[in-house]
């Protein structure tokens, strides 16, 4: 349904999605006029904008997606990319990115970030958010269990989810804590190019990571 999108009408409340990071040979050049891409064409030699458009996309007027994507998508200016994460920011759609430590995969051991995606943030069952997004640096959480990989506890889950119910909801006590979390206004995102990596505005270093397998 990615590359002949069998669901045409379909509008979801939520969608939950770990797409292929990097794709190149996604046919993207036979679909440059795809009704999907509002935001920007992505580029042929990389599909993870396009999955981005693609869940956008099916989301219906209220709803909310998930999805875990390639480091490079918080910060690529590579062929179109950067405008279009600006796009999207400038939209409001973007509420909230997580950065994850790395060796959480089986197959690969490069880190990931999540990315939150919220049609409605001015918003009929939350706060109205719609001029922040929450930036948790999650990338020191997690437990080696044997050299290749690591696993997150139910306290390190609770510890990130709590995070951003709490910032979300209209009762919940949030604060920025420096190191792993801040909510940042869309005027410091565009003072920072459009770039979404946690570690800019949490007060960590920013930590350049190789996302190529």
Sequence with gaps: SFSNDLHPDLKADFILANPPFNISDWGGENLRNDIRWKYGVPPAGNANYAWMQHFIHHLSPTGIAAFVMAN????????????????????????????????????????CSLWFISRDRYDHKFRNRHDEILFIDARKIGKMVDCRHRELSEEDIKKISETYHNWRNTDGKYEDIKGFCKAARIEEVEKNSFVLTPGRYVGTELVEEDDEV
């Design 72 to 111: 490079g998508a918080m910060s690529s200016n590579t062929s179109g990319e950067g405008e279009i994460r600006k796009k999207l920011i400038q939209a409001g759609l973007v509420d909230c990115i997580v950065a994850m430590p790395d060796k959480l995969f089986y197959s690969v051991a490069i880190p």
